[in-house]
């Protein structure tokens, strides 16, 4: 599988123009130069002429300094010390090359930190060892540059290798996002004690209420998402799930037992863990025939998928490591295994709740109205699950079933458990913080100025409180203004004068 060239001259790739004509190199040059089956990397590298160095969208451009020898380790070798680690890319590369193949790779330098980097990955993600005898000096590396990547804090030391193994997961689902520069913003930010302070000033009377009245709002929105509109009832029984959120440890059972929460009328879906294929998208109006948009994982996947999902969830909630960039790798990681037939979307955004509750970033009894934020920015939403799902249509191999599903006929496992989260964990803290800085002071204001129109109504016209909330009602359909029908029905018993009082009081304080 030798080859001679692994850079790739041009100043279009794949469709996307280059800042400048250079070579492409790193992780898009091998996966293109070696047809390995998976997505060009969403930001390509590139060596030019010139002596700049500099990134733009989707480009990470380095000056002819970078230049190297253009043989397969030393692409490696750069992607590993500019690129950061892709598991999805070595996983596909050490299923290509043969053994002797891979030994001859890591003779080029036998102990250097690279060497040792790709030695680990291929034992740790292939689980076999290769005929190389333990390494008996050396320090210890961590695998993942700290400086590129989210990882462990408390890695786990491999003798072998004398590398420690900081990997955010295990080697049954373990996403990976970077370190850009709009995640450590937020993080410096500390948002999560920026609301505390906030919500401190708050009266508990006040707290309590709005909690209420955003379990709600979080529920509504997150049907809504899925593009329904269900009863008072079902949001209210989902609202009061959310609020618990945190409450249980992640476990099979306990997916079934939300899966079970979601669906209210299980006669026509099928609870529990998939049995068969899935797939989000349409039917063909014509012939039934299946158009996917996203290929959710395989059935008989689910049981090492999902297991990995909960191990790693554990190891994510013990460490040290960003709740917002948990939460993006667990949540996301759900949705795109798909494991139930329905309600994956609603149980995913609750995940999102469930870890930011186990790390602390939600407190004092309210819970984040995620999926209102997620609703305000729908368009982004499916922007980033798209941007996740679609590249990989081209590497799943599926068949019509008799029932127009569809049935994945190759080996598809490594596209679940190994992706890059750094877009999902971006538009989840833009979403948290949306909710931060907009919703949350919204509707805490909404509840305050709700109880001054009501001390103003109970005062002078000594209405009760179920009117009251009648009346707030049709102010707010009508811009502030009675209605001639609410004038005439509801409220005859008020004078023109009286109306006109409670009109520009509620546009008062309201407004």
Known sequence: MAKNSFSISTNVFHGRKAPEKGMIVGYAAMTETLHLKLPIPSTISMICDSRKQYSTEGWNIYSSRAVFEDTLYRHLVFALKYEGINLLFYKKLFEKLAVKEMLGVLSVEPTGQYSRKIWFLYEWLMNKKLPIADLTVKNYVPLIDES??????????????????NLPGTRNFCPLISKTAKIENYIKENIAVRK????????????????????????????????????????ARWGRIIGQAGNNDLTKTELIRLQQAVIENARFVKLGFRKQGGFVGEHDRVTGEPVPDHISAKSQDLEQLIGGLIETNEILLKNEIDAVVAAASIAFGFV????????????????????????????????????????????????????????????????????????????????????????????????????????LPAELSYIQHYDDFKRFIEKKFDMPDKLIATLVRFLEQNNGALSQRARNKEFKALSEAEINEIEKTFQRIFK
Request: charged fraction near 25%; aromatic fraction near 12%; glycine fraction near 4%.
């Open 148 to 165: 590129q990547q989210y990882a462990l804090t408390n890695g786990v030391r491999s003798a072998r290798h004398r590398i420690i193994n």
């Open 196 to 235: 505390s302070d906030y919500l401190k000033a708050i009266h508990k009377d006040i707290l309590q209420r709005t909690s209420a009245f955003l379990l709600l709002k979080d529920s509504k929105a997150s049907f809504s998402i899925e593009g329904e509109s269900p009863k008072s009832s079902r949001a």
């Open 336 to 439: 795109f295994i798909h494991p139930f037939v329905d309600g994956n979307g609603r149980i995913h955004r609750y995940l999102i709740h469930h870890v930011l509750m186990k790390k602390n970033f939600s407190s004092q009894g309210i819970v984040f109205p995620v999926s209102a934020s997620i609703l305000n920015h729908v368009d982004d939403y499916r922007r980033v699950l798209e941007n996740h799902s679609l590249p990989l249509l081209d590497f799943i191999e599926w068949k019509e079933t008799n029932d127009h599903n569809v049935e994945v006929t190759n080996e598809t496992i490594d596209y679940y458990r190994y992706f890059d989260a750094t877009m999902l964990a971006e538009f989840l803290y833009d979403c948290v913080s949306d909710t931060v800085q907009n919703i």
